[in-house]
C-alpha cells in the first residue's frame, strides 16, 4: 500500500503581524505623551497654592466576588505667571485622561487642600500648568505594554515557523517483537572455516 503523502505545512504569520502592529500602535502612543510630558520640565516655575484637594473612590465587583477600588484625584490651586493669577487643576501632563489608583493616593497625601506647591506653566500660555511635570505615570504603562506585546509577537512567531510537532507515520514504525536479531548459521559458518592445510573444509553431511 502507497503510504500518505504528508501535507506541507506553510506557516501563517497574521496573529503574529497583528500583535506587532498592537505593541507598535501601543508603545508609539506612550512614547509620544512621555516625550511631551518631558518637555513640561523645562517649562517656568511658578508657587502655588492649593484652594482644595479631593480624592475620589471607585468601587467594582471583581470575578471573584470582591470589590476592587479605584482612586482618582482633583485638584485646584492658585498661582500667579507675570502678575496675572490663573486657577488650574492639571496634575500630571498628556496623560490621555487616565490616572494611575496607587498615584491618585500620593497626590492626595502630598497636596492636601491649604498646601504650597510648584508648578510648571506653558510659556506660550500660563493657563496651562501642571503639578507633576515630566512623564506621566499612564504614558509609561503604555511603553511598558507596547513591550510586552511586541515579545509575545516575536515569540508567537517563532512558534508558527516551528510549528506543530510531526505525526508518526504508523506504517514506519516497526513494532519491537517483530524486529528479529541476526542469527549466526553454523551450517554456512562450518563449511567457511578453513583446515590445517588452508583449503576450505566441506560442509557436513545432512544424511544420516
Do not use: C
Not at 502612543?29 to 518631558?38: D, H, P, R
Not at 496607587?102 to 487642600?113: C, I, K, N, V, W
Not at 506653566?121 to 504603562?141: K, N, T, V
Request: proline share 7%; aromatic share 10%.
Amino acid at each position: 500500500m502507497a503510504r500518505k503523502l504528508k501535507q506541507r505545512y506553510v506557516p501563517d504569520y497574521r496573529l503574529a503581524w497583528l500583535l506587532g502592529v498592537l505593541g507598535t500602535a501601543v508603545f508609539a502612543l506612550g512614547a509620544w505623551a512621555a516625550t511631551k510630558g518631558w518637555q513640561t520640565r523645562q517649562w517656568p516655575r511658578a508657587e502655588a497654592e492649593i484652594i482644595d484637594a479631593s480624592l475620589a473612590r471607585n468601587e467594582r465587583k471583581a470575578k471573584d466576588g470582591t470589590l476592587e477600588h479605584r482612586y482618582s484625584f482633583a485638584v485646584n490651586y492658585r498661582y500667579a505667571v507675570d502678575g496675572q493669577t490663573f486657577i488650574g487643576h492639571g496634575t500630571e501632563p498628556y496623560d490621555l485622561g487616565m490616572q494611575n489608583s496607587a498615584g491618585a493616593r500620593t497626590m492626595s497625601e502630598d497636596y492636601p487642600g491649604g498646601a504650597k506647591g510648584e508648578v510648571r506653566d506653558r510659556p506660550e500660555d500660563p493657563a496651562e500648568a501642571y503639578l507633576m511635570p515630566g512623564p506621566s505615570s499612564f504614558s509609561l504603562i503604555l511603553l511598558g505594554l507596547g513591550g510586552i506585546f511586541w515579545l509575545v509577537a516575536l515569540l508567537a512567531r517563532r512558534m508558527i515557523r516551528l510549528g506543530p510537532g510531526e505525526d508518526e507515520d504508523p506504517e514506519s514504525k516497526l513494532e519491537p517483537s517483530s524486529v528479529r536479531s541476526p542469527t549466526l548459521d553454523l551450517t554456512i559458518a562450518s563449511y567457511y572455516e578453513k583446515s590445517d592445510n588452508g583449503t576450505p573444509s566441506r560442509p557436513p553431511s545432512s544424511r544420516s
